[in-house]
């Protein structure tokens, strides 16, 4: 029996059994889907999978109930110039799952399922962390299927089974957003909400790599809002999608109900990925930092933080002034054109990455110090990339180098991603090789030649730190 929360008394929530009760929680957001699609298409894919995956449940949990709340239409999200989103903060979705989970669980309720229905990487594992705190608190009682179901290739095996799908899916990847899978969805859902017109959208592909910097994606969307194919969508693809989403979830929770290898649907493939998660993780036993406070042996208070596009001002003059300060950089003083904007949109694409970042140290909100990491392209090199560090000559000899790198080697190692790290520095450059062996550092090799600085050839070492 399924019965909305909304609908039934304190008295009555209280005289359920709650070891044969399940409470379903919708959690998807309001937000653009291009111009053809309304903007609640998240939450109508979220309420009709609920809704059909319960009806196969009450077939095989006769004696159960089925507690249904009303949805909770926000998300997150990071594409801009659209009206109709509303997208929260990463944080802000795991500590409102949290306390609204947290909520259900001291109504005495055993199994809490949350269906969302918005495959964005970050809102999915957003749920998960908090569903994990949940259950590491108050015993496995949260379950959040979504992001496996959604990241999984071997449980979207199933769906392959229909050749046309199959055949679709190859033909046309990448389909992130309003594009056939969505349009299908909801011809079959809610075909009145779809717009006509949806034939004549253009196709708008984005790549897994952009997907990772939404001012890109926002750019390439401008004026549309889909990333995919709709032109292709059809009805008949809709009911084989949605009837699919319902098997499959029927068979995560069923999964879950009986406590029987359900830990195969608890978490989107990306979970132990840094880059998406919330900023208060643990990985391991040690949190993931994105500030550090150090006092300096002078007594100075050194801020040692990621850098932003609102850096870019300080990043453009602090170069300008360390590239006449010492001779053992690739560039010297004039030499390159440093401007605020070349640096935001430098800082800006260290930052779409995952594998890649730019560091600064910081006195008195005066940066001091700056390491950048920038990882390969390519999958076949995106675990290596090179290192690129300086101090302002004012500065050196109290430990701000080795602070950046102490910073750097944490960040590589929780990546998960960064399995080597390179860099060069000439053979005369004595105290930065004792640095570098001081974290691991390894030479590997003499690149003759390799610096041409006033009439004098000077050769580099090649030096690398694995990462494991």
């Known amino acids: 029996m399924s019965k909305s ?16 009760a399940v409470m379903f929680i919708t959690f998807a957001p309001i937000e653009e889907h291009g111009k053809h ?18 009806k196969l449940l009450e077939d095989e ?87 496996a179901i959604f990241s999984n290739e071997k449980l979207r095996l199933n769906i392959r089974h229909d050749h046309e799908i199959e055949k679709l899916l190859n033909k046309y990847p990448n389909d992130f957003h ?35 910097c939404p001012e890109k994606v926002s750019e390439k969307i401008k004026g549309f809002g889909h990333m995919g194919y709709p032109k292709i969508a059809s009805a008949k693809l809709g009911e084989l999608l949605n009837d699919w989403m319902t098997q499959t979830l029927f068979e995560a929770i069923r999964a879950f109900i009986i406590r029987d290898n359900y830990q195969i649907y608890e978490h989107h493939f990306l979970y132990n990925n840094p880059f998406f998660r919330t900023s208060n993780i643990v990985t391991g036993n040690r949190p993931l930092s994105h500030m550090k406070e150090i006092i300096l042996r002078n007594g100075n208070k050194l801020i040692i933080r990621k850098a932003t596009s ?34 935001r949109e430098s800082i ?40 690129g560090v300086t101090v ?30 390179n860099l060069r520095v000439r053979t005369d450059n004595e105290n930065a090789i004792k640095l570098y062996e001081k974290y691991g550092f390894k030479k590997e090799g003499i690149l003759k030649r390799d610096f041409y600085i006033n009439g004098i050839f000077y050769d580099s070492i090649s030096m690398g730190l694995l990462i494991d």
Not at 316 to 338: H, P, Q, R
């Open 37 to 54: 699609l309304p903007l609640g298409v998240d939450v109508f894919q979220s309420k009709q999978w609920e809704e059909e995956t319960i």
């Open 392 to 421: 302002r000559k004012s500065h050196w000899g109290l430990g701000i180098g080795s602070f950046l790198f102490e910073f750097l080697i944490e960040w590589a190692k929780q990546t998960g991603i960064i399995r080597k790290m």
């Open 61 to 147: 949990f006769s004696d159960y109930e089925f507690l249904i709340m009303p949805p909770l239409p926000f998300g997150y999200g990071n594409i801009v110039g659209f009206p109709g989103n509303l997208h929260l903060k990463q944080d802000t979705i795991k500590r409102v799952a949290y306390e609204v989970i947290e909520n259900v669980v001291n109504w005495g309720m055993k199994n809490i399922v949350i269906i969302a229905g918005h495959a964005e990487p970050k809102h999915l594992i957003a749920i998960e962390e908090a569903c994990d705190e949940i259950n590491t608190k108050y015993g496995v009682c949260a379950f959040s299927p979504m992001g």
């Open 348 to 387: 800006e694409s260290i930052n779409c990455k995952d594998n890649s970042i730019m560091i600064i140290a910081l006195l008195d909100d005066e940066i001091v110090g700056l390491i950048v990491f920038r990882g390969g392209d390519r999958v076949r090199v995106r675990h290596v990339g090179e290192i």
């Open 310 to 343: 609102e850096d870019a001002e300080k990043t453009a003059n602090y170069k300008t002034v360390i590239a006449g300060e010492s001779d053992f950089l690739t560039f010297g003083e004039n030499e390159i054109a440093i401007t605020t904007e070349k640096e």
């Open 178 to 212: 309003a594009g056939w899978i969505e349009t299908s969805n909801m011809l079959d859902i809610k075909s009145r909400l779809v717009k006509a017109s949806y034939p004549e959208q253009p196709d708008i592909c984005i790549n897994h790599e952009d997907m990772v």
């Open 5 to 20: 929360i909304m609908e039934i008394t304190w008295e009555e929530l209280e005289m359920i059994d709650k070891e044969k």
